[in-house]
């Protein structure tokens, strides 16, 4: 399939375009560099850099080729961020999607995959599924769900086959690659800059939360179980008009717990600072609803998230991996110390299977 792909220099967007390429899929790279890496746009891949509030450029890439669908991950992340600049999330993540949805549909593209967020829903201290109340938070969260909003009209008037993926908090990294993000708000990459010497401490913002260590509650992802499941939203479209689907694992990891395991992997005491929670701190308690293997029946439409039993290690290993492939400014990989490269194995706390869909994986 011939693909083109926004923020293919990114965290996210750089990594399933290597898992594209690896598939035997065509990948066009549509980047600003803004907050992206060049060097992360993986060989084999066409790059573009240019951006998406520019049409006219837009619409001469996407007339480049005859692409079958576009995979958007091009995107400000920052919740925080968003309520203090609103402008600049509504026009980069609103209206810049708004152009490259319109120019899609002119370009006569049939799928289109958005990278979306579970910060679209309302604050909630019970599991989170698809149907839970709708109901932004922050700025960010509510460009997401604006976004969705604008596929489903151009799913009903020009038939723009569409899936929304709702991330919780994408973790870990591939033996070679990370994530890199300037300014970097990640949990366990911050964690890890304290053994790497690139900070004193962490900070933990809220120790009184109704948890059980006073600390918020988050589900992480894996990257490459993340990416496993854009691939086969992306083959489901075939058929599928609409997807929505949760991205998570289903278990809640607590900011302590996190911290805790980064000491136990590097042998690091990692000093910790409790300060007062910010205003835009999201809910206690945030994590996807666990589901348990289904069988395709019949027609239904579902892209399923299946969740193994917790194996020991599995919060381990996201250090793990996060530690081996850490990045510095320049987003070039810094090795994890010698001692515990060899646990760098890509395990996961999950895998992604699609309905009617798992023996094509």
Not at 131 to 136: K, N
Not at 221 to 233: E, F, K, T
Request: proline share 6%.
């Amino acid at each position: 399939m011939n693909i083109f792909l926004t923020g293919g220099a990114g965290y996210i967007g750089s990594m399933a375009v290597r898992k594209l390429l690896e598939a035997g899929h065509q990948v066009t790279v549509y980047d600003s560099l803004v907050t992206g890496y060049k060097q992360a746009v993986p060989e084999g891949a066409t790059f573009i850099q240019a951006d998406l509030a520019n049409t006219v450029d837009l619409q001469a890439a996407l007339a480049t080729d005859t692409f079958e669908a576009v995979m958007h991950f091009a995107a400000f992340i920052e919740a925080g961020e968003s309520m203090k600049t609103p402008p600049k999330f509504y026009q980069n993540n609103l209206m810049n999607s708004v152009n490259l949805i319109d120019a899609a549909v002119r370009a006569r593209v049939k799928r289109f995959v958005l990278s979306s967020t579970a910060a679209v829903y309302q604050s909630s201290d019970q599991p989170l599924s698809e149907t839970s109340p709708l109901g932004p938070v922050n700025v960010y969260g509510h460009t997401k769900l604006m976004i969705e909003e604008v596929l489903e009209f151009y799913r009903e008037i020009f038939g723009l086959h569409f899936a929304a993926l709702r991330y919780f908090n994408a973790a870990g990294a591939l033996p070679d690659q990370g994530e890199a993000h300037i300014p970097e708000s990640h949990l366990i990459p911050l964690v890890l800059q304290v053994p790497l010497g690139q900070r004193q401490d962490i900070k933990i913002y809220g120790s009184d939360y109704p948890t059980p260590d006073g600390t918020c509650i988050r589900d992480y992802i894996h990257i490459a179980d993340l990416v496993s499941a854009h691939l086969l939203a992306l083959e489901a479209l075939e058929k599928e008009e609409k997807l929505v689907y949760n991205l998570g694992n289903g278990k809640g990891y607590s900011v302590r717990e996190v911290i805790e395991t980064a000491r136990e992997v590097t042998g690091h005491p990692i000093p910790a600072e409790e300060t007062p929670a910010g205003q835009e701190t999201a809910p206690a308690w945030w994590r996807a609803q666990k589901r348990s293997k289904r069988n395709w029946a019949g027609n239904r439409k579902c892209l399923i998230w299946r969740i193994l039993s917790p194996a020991p290690g599995n919060g381990i290993n996201l250090i793990l991996m996060a530690m081996n492939s850490h990045q510095d400014s320049d987003g070039m990989g810094i090795s994890c110390p010698t001692a515990i490269r060899h646990c760098c194995a890509p395990l996961r706390m999950g895998r992604p299977t699609a309905c009617g869909l798992t023996g094509k994986r």
